[in-house]
């Protein structure tokens, strides 16, 4: 049995969580459109007859502007420090830049064997594709896979590599388990993610979701109270939406998918409410769940 875990690393937006869902084969981790989606790290497990690999979705790598950019910063290089390997994702839209730089220095300075994915072909251009792959081959990583997280192409080929890497070893995880979060952690991120597509610029930076309570009804209704919180009163209207339709929308959509997962009907009860920058106040962000390196 081979066995281990896999860092997945890169800078914002590039998919990481994506291609976690899809090796996974099921919704581990949120992902939207917005940058900095990921804010922990998620652990996702994939098991086969003689191997399972244990990925570790991490948030995207960038230059920290606040208290909690620098917390998820240091969160990927304890994450770096504990695995066997690591997945390093570009982005095959868009130029290898600075931000994918930074990433590959990190990886070079702790000595990393990276296995780099360049992905989002599906999108991308072949010409595109290929400069991609050959400036990608330049880092000093054993191996350059082109993927689509989205449509799971090149995935299979990634994962046979990861896997022939692995040490020997006991499966961490029993059979069957997918993730490692605590339900409450999954319900909270099941609700951002449906509000993070509709908001812009900042607004989604801004917002956290924090599950209060949840319980289940004699009939068996899972009733489910949760706070979205925001970080100044007039954040609070937009999340709100016109006539409240924006809230009403994201919670029907949250409580659909919910309802789809536990096969059970589901009250979900939104509440707005104000913590002012708790993006950069420490003992907030230790109170909503960010710990401190
Ligand atoms: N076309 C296409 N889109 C993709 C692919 N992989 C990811 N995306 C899209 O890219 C966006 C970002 O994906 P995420 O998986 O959230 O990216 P991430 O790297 O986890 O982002 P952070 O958590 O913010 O660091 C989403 O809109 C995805 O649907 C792909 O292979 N093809
Ligand atoms: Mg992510």
Redo the contacts with the bound molecule.
Sequence with gaps: MRSGFAA?V?????????????MVGSKV???????????NVIRGVVSGPDYQVVLV????L?KPRTELGARLNSLVSRTLAESDSVVF?I?A?APIGPGDRLVAERLVESNARALVAV?????AARTQVVEQLLEAAEWPFPHVFP?????G?GVGALLEELVADLPEGPAFYPEGTMTDQPETVVVAEIVREKFL?RLREELPHSLVVRVTDMSTSEGGRIIVEADVVVERDSQMGIVIGKGGRLLKTAGTEARSELEAIWGAPVTLDLRVVVERDWQRRPQLLDRLGFDAS
């Design positions: 997945v890169g800078r914002p937006n590039v998919g990481k969580s994506t291609l976690v869902n899809q981790a949120i992902t939207s459109t917005r940058p900095q989606t990921t804010r979705d991490t948030p995207g960038h994702v982005d839209t992905n989002k072909v599906d999108r993927i689509s997280a989205a449509t192409e597509d």
